[in-house]
């Protein structure tokens, strides 16, 4: 069952966690929407028409660059595509925004000495935009794409590389998704995981995952981060 977390308060007590890491797209920042759209302008140039989510779903999970080159699959045609598409994602971002209360907890967990990261499935160099973009760059210790690990996930070879960049235990470190996978990241990462329902995921895949913790709200994050007393119903 899902718990009910107050809003943040002021905490005077210890960090639960030394280090918090987040998947992004779904999770920190609202950027399907900016996604689709690049990847649409990519699309229309090179087959032309838009394609539907639908058409591109399967395609997703690997980094972009790993997307576009199954999806064009003549090699020549791979650098300008992939050019046009880092292009397009420093460009187009107006409308991403990270999620309700998202900037406020990063800040504060910045503030109080934990170690932040995000692992994402995306390139880094397209990550990185995309959360500079949600303004949320500054707040964050490292950022690792997919494009840096051999295994993507639900393999959790990028967390666990995080984990040993922030010299952490794993015991008191959460990984927080929007997907299964990223509930298999973290479990196979030795970690505490959260599943949240506000992106791509289907709440009730994710409750059959069995996260540690499964999230409704953003605000229910500020609580469960800061160490202040929980429902026992958020424990799956």
């Given at each position: ?95 991403i925004k990270p999620f309700a209360g998202i900037a406020e907890l990063v800040g504060n967990l ?25 303004g949320l760059l500054d707040h964050f210790d490292e950022v690792l794409g997919g494009d840096r ?88």
């Open positions: 069952m899902r718990g009910h977390f107050s809003t943040m308060q002021a905490n005077t007590s210890k960090n639960r966690f030394d280090a918090v890491v987040f998947d992004l797209d779904g999770t920190l920042a609202d950027t399907f929407p900016t996604v689709l759209r690049i990847f649409n302008q990519l699309m229309l140039a090179r087959t032309g028409r838009e394609w539907k989510l639908s058409e591109l779903a399967p395609y997703f999970g690997p980094p972009e660059t790993v997307m576009i080159q199954r999806i064009f699959p003549e090699a020549e045609l791979h650098e300008v595509i992939i050019a046009d598409f880092f292009r397009l994602s420093r460009e187009d971002g107006h409308e910045r503030a109080a000495g934990v170690k932040l990261g995000v692992y994402s499935g995306a390139n880094t160099e397209s990550a990185r935009h995309r959360i500079g973009h949600a690990v051999s295994n993507y996930k639900p393999h959790p070879e990028g967390l666990l590389k995080l984990i040993e960049q922030f010299d952490v235990d794993p015991a008191r470190t959460i990984y927080i998704g929007d997907m299964v996978a990223d509930v298999e990241v973290g479990r196979g990462a030795g970690v505490t995981t959260v599943a949240v329902t506000w992106g791509a995921g289907k709440p009730e895949a994710l409750s059959a995952a069995k996260p540690d913790h499964l999230i409704d709200d953003p605000q229910m994050l500020h609580s469960l981060l800061q160490g202040i007393s929980t429902s026992t119903e958020n424990k799956l």
